[in-house]
């Protein structure tokens, strides 16, 4: 396979640092009942339908009608949601700065909800400036669906081989790879993702 010549990247996680524990620690004393909070009310399965682009207010109804005495916590989730970001991969946003610098191509795939990525914009403008973006919220598909990586690739006219994606997810990996691209799995920081570019030559 030819090297890469774009640079595809996951937002959550691999640039910025995303938790809901990160506002939970906040309204929660007991660590135990986060997790228990987390596990069994606002779990990964619901937050996920807002990635898939359902609206917050109406997830936000689903739960607080199964589950009326954690309403305020609840609610949190959404009118606090930029608690759950609490900064950015600092070594990683300035090798996008790099890219950037040096003319690489470089888009973005992301299971975000729309209007929460808009939020995320507007505090960390470097996600304003990619080439592409795909949100999966926008779109109603999400990773590791192969139409989410078509989307992009027909979209802006790219060529899977030509790609390089990192993500922190390994079935999003698999399926972007399955998709043709290179990939780098980036399990938060345990990888070095400037050693990895520069595996392919990229100048960072």
């Known amino acids: 396979m030819r090297n890469p010549t774009t640079v595809v990247f996951d937002v959550g996680n691999v640039l910025l640092r995303w938790d809901p524990r990160n506002l939970y620690r906040h309204i929660f004393d007991d660590e135990a009942q986060m997790e228990w909070f987390l596990a069994n009310v606002c779990t990964h399965d619901w937050n996920v339908e807002q990635d898939r682009g359902r609206d917050w207010d109406e997830a936000v109804a689903l739960l607080v009608k199964d589950h009326p005495t954690h309403q305020s916590a609840i609610r949190a989730f959404h009118e606090r949601w930029t608690e759950t970001v609490s900064g950015v991969f600092e070594q990683n946003v300035a090798l996008l700065h ?78 972007a790879r399955d998709v043709g691209m290179h990939t780098i799995h980036y399990p938060h920081e345990q990888v070095d993702l400037g050693d990895e570019l520069r595996r392919y030559d990229f100048p960072v």
């Open 98 to 175: 790099r890219l950037r610098d040096a003319k690489v191509p470089n888009y973005c795939i992301t299971n975000f909800s729309g209007p929460k990525f808009v939020l995320a914009q507007q505090r960390f403008p470097f996600l304003a400036g990619f080439d592409g973006v795909i949100v999966s919220g926008d779109e109603r598909l999400l990773k590791p669906d192969p139409a989410i990586y078509h989307l992009l690739l027909d979209r802006y006219g790219l060529e899977a081989g030509d790609c390089v994606f990192i993500d922190d997810s390994p079935a999003n990996i698999e399926a």
